[in-house]
């Protein structure tokens, strides 16, 4: 086999970038994964001779995506996409802006043919099984309901090659389990999925919002909108309740010595939980692969997501996705 | 003051209806509410001498709610929609078919004058602060941007009566806090609140589904389909990490006994993040007080919801609800 071409890291994306980003690829590197840097040298500090490709702009994490990436030819979101366009990198990771990651992705790369629109998959934590594929949860505020279709082909391939789910059931998000239930979107999303008997993949039909952290579906679709809405409200939640877990457990002192002996238990569920536990969410449908992490990254949840993009290169999924959609 | 008008109780609505129906009515009606049932008297049991408004038909949990209600004119929900219409009841209170609750409230009380859609408001629990209203939580799968609106106006009155917050800070759910951001129906829900300033409310703009177990927002105004996805994630979501967390505990003998000194805060943490934790949800809109339990109500969650609308009732919720809505 080959030696893989090197995963490119926008060093200069996340709200803790450069310092966490670099410390993340450093460790990354030390695992044997092949690192190219890009982003303004010069404040990277130390790279430990990771080669880094020059780009003199940044685009900031509030700015908007689609006129900084046309704009702003030289910043690092836009010089990693085109170090996977030519061929001189693998993969992209970026905890920058997720908008302007999409966009840098979408207009560098370029659609996989016949792909409408390429869809953000992210994985939902389900305690004690596998990980939920969400997906669109966020690149596509406005959804045509046949689209639903590709994204369940897409998160199909995505939860069998990330997580090893053979036959992986695609549930839709609406509001009821019954085919008629939901909006005049769901409705619609619903008949397209049954009349292209899924495109090939195993739907199970409607799941609702309580479904997406138990192991009764394994994939679900929805636009992009109400996919965002759901994960950040699943992340929402999760964080209270964990805050009120530890501010309840900081009170009595027989419950501050009761939490000290649970440390174990709750470090794990702490790591299970975490928006980052998986290192980063995937942009599905662009010619590459294409990781995107949360603004809050640090060196660990930047080393995971670098792990995720190598893993995502040696299984090829682009070349699987690129044979599963309908065109 | 003259003796309020009794709360008329659903006594055959709930997964475990009538039996905790009836447990929570006497509980209620010994905290000096008055009460009538209304169900088919013979399978009620002991109903410690509360008057039963006979009504032989039952709407399962599952049928249609808009053929169901007007088929069924001699089911206990159309019966007690009728008995608040009548005078004869100030509020009625169900853990039935959520959607034949709604039409029958709406069927037989009618809406507020001016009121385009009726919308379910739920309480959303925030640690350490009042709970979130998120409204519309599923009464309309389907909203025109404009009904927000009047949402927004319905949900600043009822944190106030319900909650005592003086001057409610209504959000917008969207992905994404700027006022450009989200789908076309938000941003033309953003438009509407923006033109008709808030309908007299106070309007903070957009808010994200990660918001809404905050201090940040009171209300937070959003399509029923939308809505809905939020409210059973945000319950899926606490149930996956409680869920875990018991599980977690139940491993090494030492977790076991720390978890064991933990019970009270556990218990606490249980109590304010389960979702009969308010007594139920409140369409709002209709005339009269409608107050909606979840399908799994016992009777402690009954006798809460009971008394909810018991104090919907004396707070005049209605009323304030017909003056605050834009015609």
């Known amino acids: 086999m080959s030696p ?59 700015a908007e995506p689609g006129s900084s990436v046309r704009r702003m030819k030289d910043s690092s979101l836009v010089r990693a996409a085109e170090a996977v366009r030519d061929g001189r990198a693998s993969a992209m990771v970026s905890a920058g802006n997720t908008g302007a990651t999409m966009a840098s992705a979408l207009l560098r790369m370029g659609r996989i043919s016949g792909v409408a629109r390429p869809a953000i998959a992210t994985l939902i ?21 046949e689209w639903l ?23 839709l998000l609406s509001i009821g389990e019954e085919p008629g239930k939901g909006n005049s979107f769901a409705k619609e999303a619903y008949a397209a999925l049954v009349a292209s008997a899924a495109g090939g993949v195993r739907f199970i039909g409607n799941v609702e919002g309580r479904d997406l952290m138990t192991d009764d579906v394994d994939v679900v679709v929805t636009d992009g ?12 939640a999760l964080k209270a309740l964990l805050t009120a877990l530890l501010s309840a457990m900081a009170g009595r002192p027989e419950a501050r010595a009761a939490a000290d002996v649970l440390a174990p238990e709750l470090d794990g569920l702490y790591k299970e939980f975490h928006p980052d536990a998986y290192g980063g969410a995937m942009l599905l449908g662009v010619r590459g692969v294409c990781i995107i992490s949360h603004g809050a990254t640090n060196a660990t949840a930047m080393r995971n997501a670098i792990g995720v993009a190598s893993e995502m290169v040696r299984t ?12």
């Open 316 to 327: 090829d999924v682009v070349r699987h996705l690129t044979t599963a959609v309908d065109r």
């Open 4 to 62: 893989m071409l090197p995963v490119v890291v926008d060093a200069m994306g996340g709200d803790h970038a450069p310092s966490e980003i670099v410390a993340g690829a450093l460790t990354a590197a030390a695992d044997g994964i092949p690192i190219l840097l890009v982003g303004r040298s010069d404040e990277l500090g130390d790279t430990g001779g990771l080669e880094v490709i020059e780009a003199s702009e940044v685009i900031a994490m509030d």
């Open 125 to 145: 934590p389900t305690p004690g099984s596998t990980p939920t594929v969400l997906l669109d949860s966020g690149a596509n505020a406005e959804c045509q309901p």
């Open 149 to 171: 279709v590709q994204f369940a082909q897409m998160g199909a391939v995505f939860a069998h090659h990330r997580l090893g789910i053979a036959d992986p059931r695609v549930g």
């Open 225 to 236: 909108f109400t996919g965002n809405v759901a994960l950040k409200t699943a992340e929402g």
